[in-house]
């Protein structure tokens, strides 16, 4: 009984960061994302995030249910459940394309990251890509393990420097445009990462059998993002016109800290866009082996090289331009799985 429950407790805490460190990623962790979706609202963009919280956590149970029944690794097999033939092809390539083009995101703000160190762009993305196709190498176990490490890191980290912001003269600004753009920001940046969080999230319900473990981990998950997200939130907005043109805000509030800090929150950092990478990497190679049949192995060290060349448009533009219009487009997609009935054998 005991031993029951310990690994029921462990499988819940493996759930929970796996989804974290799927959704966490380079826009995330920096406070570019945070800034671009919630931070110009002001303190309205705070409700934004409480919001996102309750559609991510709904999503992640829903797609959990029917990920138990279907049991594969297949998020195209998920596609042809929720939506019309006519709509699959059209879905299945679009979500294609936008997380292949979050791995060159990824790549792009840890080349970014290493040049804050002053160590060089190309350094940071040749060490990444050798680190991401190493856990790769041993599938969802190796994803799993990596973000067990790095979750907690990154949330002792952001809680730090927010602290420290409000210690060294922060205060919140009268920032316009407080209005009910936020509650559309919010459903933008839930669709946005869920979405592309699907591969991941279709293998974990294929993994574990108990509907229970699924739900409190999904949950638990969903809660995570958004206390670390509130954290990053407040820290921005206590220094807003210090950061609000930083091309990674939460770097520049860590260098107030001194070097050892700054260098600490940088390594966990690029720990986040790792997780982030290898979950979309993943997911992306799981797809080519059954669309093409090419070895996994193969898919992934395709797919890192394509994402590197994607990397090249830059980190900003590809934030600031690239994710609101996906959140768009992945936008559809919640909305129908959230229509979808629960299939009655999924309990």
């Given at each position: 009984?005991?031993?029951?429950?310990?690994e029921?407790?462990?499988?819940?805490?493996?759930?929970?960061?796996?989804?974290?460190?799927?959704?966490?990623?380079a826009?995330?962790?920096?406070?570019?994302?945070?800034?671009?979706?919630?931070?110009?609202?002001?303190?309205?963009?705070?409700?934004?995030?409480?919001?996102?919280?309750?559609?991510?956590?709904?999503?992640?149970h829903?797609?959990?249910?029917?990920?138990?029944?279907?049991q594969?690794?297949?998020?195209?097999?998920?596609?042809?459940?929720?939506?019309?033939?006519?709509?699959?092809?059209?879905?299945?390539?679009?979500?294609f394309?936008?997380?292949?083009?979050?791995?060159?995101?990824?790549?792009?703000?840890?080349?970014?990251?290493?040049?804050?160190?002053?160590?060089?762009?190309?350094?940071?993305?040749?060490?990444?890509?050798?680190?991401?196709?190493?856990?790769?190498?041993?599938?969802?176990?190796?994803?799993?393990?990596?973000?067990?490490v790095?979750?907690?890191?990154?949330?002792?980290?952001?809680?730090?420097?927010?602290?420290?912001t409000?210690?060294?003269?922060?205060?919140?600004?009268?920032?316009?445009?407080?209005?009910?753009?936020?509650?559309?920001a919010?459903?933008?940046?839930?669709?946005?990462?869920?979405?592309?969080?699907?591969?991941?999230?279709?293998?974990?319900?294929?993994?574990?059998?108990?509907?229970?473990?699924?739900?409190?981990?999904?949950?638990?998950?969903?809660?995570?993002?958004?206390?670390?997200?509130?954290?990053?939130?407040l820290?921005?907005?206590?220094?807003?016109?210090?950061?609000?043109?930083?091309?990674?805000p939460?770097?520049?509030?860590?260098?107030?800290?001194?070097?050892?800090?700054?260098?600490?929150?940088?390594?966990?950092?690029?720990?986040?866009?790792?997780t982030?990478?290898?979950?979309?990497?993943f997911?992306?190679?799981?797809?080519?082996?059954t669309?093409?049949?090419?070895?996994?192995?193969?898919?992934?060290?395709?797919?890192?090289?394509?994402?590197?060349?994607?990397?090249?448009?830059?980190?900003?533009?590809?934030?600031?331009?690239?994710?609101?219009?996906?959140?768009?487009?992945?936008?559809?997609?919640?909305?129908?799985?959230?229509?979808?009935?629960?299939?009655?054998?999924?309990?």
């Open positions: 009984m005991v031993k029951l429950k310990l029921t407790v462990e499988a819940v805490f493996g759930i929970a960061a796996t989804i974290i460190g799927t959704v966490i990623g826009g995330f962790a920096s406070g570019r994302e945070i800034m671009e979706f919630f931070g110009k609202f002001g303190i309205s963009g705070g409700f934004g995030i409480l919001l996102a919280v309750a559609v991510m956590g709904l999503f992640i829903k797609v959990f249910r029917i990920g138990s029944r279907l594969t690794d297949s998020y195209q097999e998920f596609l042809r459940y929720i939506l019309k033939p006519g709509w699959i092809a059209v879905v299945d390539f679009v979500l394309l936008i997380m292949l083009m979050l791995v060159g995101v990824m790549f792009a703000g840890c080349g970014a990251l290493f040049d804050e160190l002053q160590w060089g762009y190309w350094p940071g993305v040749a060490l990444t890509a050798t680190v991401a196709l190493l856990v790769l190498f041993r599938d969802l176990p190796g994803l799993m393990g990596i973000n067990a790095v979750i907690p890191l990154m949330f002792l980290g952001t809680v730090g420097i927010v602290l420290f409000f210690d060294n003269g922060g205060a919140f600004p009268e920032i316009s445009g407080q209005n009910g753009y936020w509650i559309l919010a459903l933008q940046f839930s669709a946005y990462n869920l979405v592309l969080a699907l591969p991941v999230l279709i293998s974990l319900s294929r993994r574990y059998a108990r509907q229970a473990a699924l739900a409190v981990g999904g949950w638990m998950g969903s809660v995570g993002l958004g206390v670390i997200s509130l954290w990053i939130f820290g921005l907005l206590a220094h807003f016109r210090l950061i609000r043109q930083a091309e990674l939460m770097v520049v509030l860590a260098k107030f800290l001194g070097k050892p800090a700054f260098f600490g929150y940088v390594l966990v950092l690029w720990g986040d866009m790792l982030t990478l290898i979950a979309n990497l997911g992306l190679a799981k797809r080519l082996e669309l093409v049949h090419w070895p996994f192995q193969q898919n992934v060290v395709l797919l890192t090289g394509t994402g590197i060349a994607i990397g090249e448009i830059g980190f900003v533009n590809l934030v600031a331009y690239g994710y609101p219009i996906y959140g768009f487009l992945s936008f559809f997609l919640l909305v129908m799985v959230m229509l979808k009935p629960l299939p009655g054998n999924a309990g």
